[in-house]
């Protein structure tokens, strides 16, 4: 090959250098929506402390704080409720990125009233799906196509997890592994922009410091990775038991909502955040994100004893009731608070159970199950392994940590079908990852692809007049329709030899006696991904596709499609357009 020509080919080509620049404004517009949630939910949960120091207040503040949120968010906005990130798969998945610029707005507002309240929830949701709704407006302004709003979406949402966390390769990752599910450089190169822009301005109003405190030094032996191999199951059976009860819990709560009152002004929630509220009188470590108790894990500085389990106990209740009663907020804070307690309490009880080993600190095993929680819940153990790295500089316990979040993730996928982001949609049948069979089949439809020649003939005539048609085709399947083309049946002719070559049987034979009446058919718009379940129950070869008002338009045969998703899947699996 004349390198000259791949030169000319893969060279100055304008698209990749737009979707950067349009990256960089995408970045500093999540940027923004990042400070104002994070900065909005530490001022407003500090200007209500005097309120929680009543046991009074203590109870009310998550309990009118759930209620507001869901009242924000589906009464003033008219969204869905939830933590809103099954919504953001959607818009990739089946929508072509598109998000209403109210979206921005709504959950930010919703989840800054609820967590800043106390309800036991991070911020991750909210910021996912706020700065997702920012890339998707900011690139319907920019007049860009399906592909590229999917790329910005995904953009603002690693912009958004990179400047609210202080962590640009953890919202990097958080986006390929579980928005886009894809690892393509096309898609890399401006979520990379995006997320280091964010970050950059996130900090200079911000500040330096992350989320957490700076884990210290660790020195780690065989004994303690030994330790997190059991450590790495502990974590997966308690992320498996979170993300189960939150999903209980919001069964429970939708067979409540009957009436207006409770499916529409979040009383169901309120109630849920009274139950929060009477937790936090005994156990105010288990209200609101937890960050606090994160560090005191990192620094060494948790009580020891029963509280801690306690503590794990309250923390996973607390949460159960606020994401499960549907409030507002992101399930990545609560998971970090209760592998910081477990991974604690582990480490401790190691050190006095084998005080000849010389066990690493607790400390270290906090950090390892952060990661391990945030995998397990998430089924993403890329994404727990670098938030719980970057987040806290804890890079000496590297090797213990992956091997802890590999096994969490094991546990995590032998009981739960799904993670807690995808079960929604994976359980619906419309979790469509890019490249996958079912994505490219439902993106075309049954009336695109019809069969270059398709035959018909009116109802009344004989099997001699479908004869006369044969020299012309070669067709073996023909529908019959009445006067105004409307589909009566079908004709196959495998089925019709012992008749079609007897001269007098065919005149005197109408079509209409010989024909399936029962054919199944398809819809024109109906997408390939119906069209091959219509196969399937069918055990037919052929399909009629009429209209919506069942005339006929042609058929659709196996081996049509197949063809044509064979050429789709060379375009959408291909790294560059020619």
């Known amino acids: 090959m004349n390198k000259e020509s791949v030169f000319r080919t893969r060279g100055a080509r304008r698209e990749p250098w737009q979707l950067a620049m349009a990256a960089v404004v995408v970045g500093l517009a999540a940027a923004a929506v990042a400070v104002v949630l994070r900065s909005g939910v530490h001022w407003l949960f500090e200007a209500l402390e005097p309120l929680r120091e009543h046991w009074w207040g203590m109870i009310a503040a998550p309990a009118i704080g759930a209620l507001l949120g869901v009242a924000i968010i589906r009464v003033l906005f008219r969204e869905p409720g939830g933590h809103g990130v099954p919504a953001v798969l959607e818009a990739v998945t089946r929508r072509g990125g598109h998000m209403r610029p109210r979206s921005i707005v709504s959950r930010l507002l919703g989840s800054l009233v609820n967590v800043a309240s106390g309800g036991s929830a991070g911020l991750e949701g909210p910021i996912v799906y706020s700065a997702a709704a920012v890339g998707s407006t900011l690139a319907g302004g920019m007049r860009m196509a399906e592909r590229q709003r999917v790329l910005l979406l995904a953009c603002g949402v690693a912009g958004g997890i990179g400047a609210i966390f202080n962590a640009p390769l953890t919202g990097m990752i958080f986006t390929m592994e579980v928005v886009l599910a894809e690892w393509t450089l096309g898609a890399l190169l401006p979520i990379a922009i995006a997320a280091t822009v964010a970050t950059e301005a996130g900090r200079m109003v911000l500040g330096e410091q992350g989320a957490f405190v700076t884990a210290e030094s660790f020195t780690w032996n065989a004994h303690d990775l030994a330790a997190s191999g059991f450590l790495g199951a502990a974590t997966g059976l308690v992320s498996v038991a979170l993300v189960a009860s939150i999903f209980r819990m919001e069964r429970f709560t939708r067979s409540l909502k009957r009436g207006f009152f409770t499916g529409r002004l979040g009383l169901v929630a309120g109630l849920a955040g009274m139950g929060v509220g009477i937790i936090g009188l005994w156990m105010p470590e288990a209200i609101g994100e937890g960050y606090e108790t994160v560090n005191a894990a990192l620094t060494g500085d948790l009580p020891l004893g029963p509280w801690l389990l306690l503590l794990v106990g309250a923390k996973l209740l607390t949460t159960t009731l606020t994401l499960g009663s549907n409030a507002p907020g992101g399930i990545f804070a609560p998971s970090l608070v209760l592998g910081s307690s477990l991974g604690y309490g582990f480490g401790t009880l190691l050190s006095y159970a084998f005080p000849s080993l010389g066990f690493a600190p607790p400390a270290f095993f906090a950090l390892a199950a952060m990661a391990g929680l945030v995998s397990g819940s998430m089924q993403a153990p890329f994404t727990g392994i670098i938030l719980a790295l970057e987040t806290t500089g804890g890079w000496d316990g590297t090797l213990p940590l992956i091997l802890v979040a590999v096994l969490s993730v094991l546990v995590s996928r032998t009981f739960l079908r799904h993670s807690f982001y995808t079960w929604e949609l994976a359980e619906r049948g419309e979790l469509m990852r890019p490249g996958s069979d079912r994505r490219i089949l439902a993106e075309m439809r049954a009336g695109e692809i019809l069969d270059q020649e398709a035959i018909s003939i009116e109802s009344g005539r004989t099997l001699d007049d479908l004869a006369q048609l044969l020299p012309r085709t070669k067709r073996n399947h023909f529908a019959v329709v009445d006067v105004e083309g409307k589909l009566l049946g079908m004709l196959d002719l495998t089925s019709l030899r012992g008749v079609i070559f007897d001269e007098t ?74």
Not at 539 to 567: C, I, M, N, Q
Request: glycine share 2%; proline share 3%; net charge negative.
């Open 505 to 578: 049987v065919r005149r005197v034979t109408p079509v209409d006696t010989v024909m399936d009446a029962a054919v199944a058919h398809i819809d024109d718009q109906a997408s390939l991904l119906q069209a091959m379940d219509t196969f399937e129950s069918s055990g037919a070869w052929v399909l009629p596709v009429v209209d919506e008002h069942d005339r006929y338009l042609g058929t659709l045969s196996k081996s049509t499609l197949f063809d044509r998703y064979r050429t789709e899947l060379i375009v959408q699996t291909a790294d560059h357009q020619e």
